[in-house]
């Protein structure tokens, strides 16, 4: 198995990891930030509260953070391709 991770990548695979690493922790970003919206809903929309319940908005928001936080994750790790 060390054999394989010792091997060099050529410059179409890094170009790929690069762009899925940006877009990973890009896409991270935007849903973290939109859990942290919907968990301050009622304070930043409180209209949106009124037509949702606000424990759903805040069970979806945590969701969100966490998924974003993930996402991050995954783009500062860069492990693609890898089998």
Request: proline residues 1%.
């Amino acid at each position: 198995m060390e054999e394989f991770e010792k091997e060099q990548l050529t410059e179409r695979d890094k170009g790929y990891i690069r762009m899925r690493s940006i877009m990973d922790m890009g896409m991270g970003i935007l849903w973290a930030g939109m859990g942290g919206f919907f968990l301050f809903a009622q304070k930043l929309s409180p209209a949106l509260t009124e037509q949702y319940d606000a424990k759903l908005l805040m069970v979806f928001g945590s969701v969100c953070v966490l998924y974003g936080l993930f996402r991050v994750y995954r783009g500062i790790k860069k492990n693609y391709l890898r089998r």
